[in-house]
């Protein structure tokens, strides 16, 4: 059974800090991709990353997916209370579903 | 707005009972998909179907079931509801058959059972 683990849970802190939040497995994805939810709403896309040891930017946010394609990172810099919301990943394989994570909860206090 | 539309918003109701949830997808995606995400169990991915028929099938419990209309709605159905049924009840949409592909997300469906 392919798990995606993500790490923290639960994070808190100053607006303005910077922070990394990571989505880790031991098995290989083709595609993993990041989503913001924000209270009471759906998750929305952020990006999608494909090729080992790829990296992509949106603004203050760095997605980086692993060389091997186990693992990714979200980094946030100079978190601003906007950013606040639960993060997910999620692993795309040969099939036809994709794999969630549980979830990073971001706080942002101002 | 993401494009994918969840009836009702909100749903109150009392253990035993049924309740249909329905989805309508992007204009012209293919594939709906249903998620149950409560406080403690996160996102959990239930059905998948495409293009009418059930491609996929995950964590769901044999009391719900699920369809897809020819005009690629779809219609949750939740009976012999229980407390712990309580939870958001997301519908998504994609426009393939869903390899890799971006979900796009409804409002969800807020249920509670009393």
């Known amino acids: 059974t392919q798990l995606l683990e993500q790490s923290p849970q639960f994070l808190s802190i100053q607006e303005g800090e910077n922070l990394t939040v990571y989505c880790n497995s031991s098995?290989?994805?083709?595609?993993l991709q990041w989503y913001r939810q924000e209270p009471g709403e759906g998750p929305v896309l952020l990006v999608t990353v494909v090729t080992g040891g790829e990296v992509k930017k949106l603004k203050r946010l760095t997605f980086q997916f692993g060389d091997a394609r186990k693992d990714s990172s979200l980094h946030i810099t100079a978190a601003q209370t906007g950013d606040t919301g639960l993060y997910l990943c999620?692993?795309?394989?040969?099939?036809?579903?994709?794999?969630w994570g549980a979830g990073t909860k971001l706080i942002i206090k101002p | 707005d993401s494009g994918v539309t969840q009836t009702p918003k909100h749903l109150i109701t009392a253990t035993g009972q049924r309740v249909t949830l329905r989805c309508s997808p992007r204009s012209g995606d293919l594939s709906v998909y249903w998620y149950q995400q409560s406080l403690d169990q996160g996102l959990q991915f239930l059905i998948q179907?495409?293009?009418?028929?059930?491609?996929a099938k995950g964590n769901i419990l044999e009391r719900f079931s699920a369809q897809q209309f020819p005009d690629l709605h779809s219609e949750l159905n939740l009976s012999s509801l229980e407390l712990g049924d309580s939870a958001l009840y997301f519908c998504?949409?994609?426009?393939?058959?869903?390899?890799?592909?971006?979900?796009?997300f409804g409002p969800g469906t807020r249920l509670l059972v009393l």
């Open positions: 098995s290989v994805f083709s595609s």
């Open positions: 999620a692993g795309g394989e040969g099939n036809y579903q994709l794999i």
């Open positions: 998504a949409s994609s426009g393939g058959q869903g390899i890799g592909e971006t979900q796009y």
């Open positions: 179907y495409y293009n009418g028929e059930e491609r």
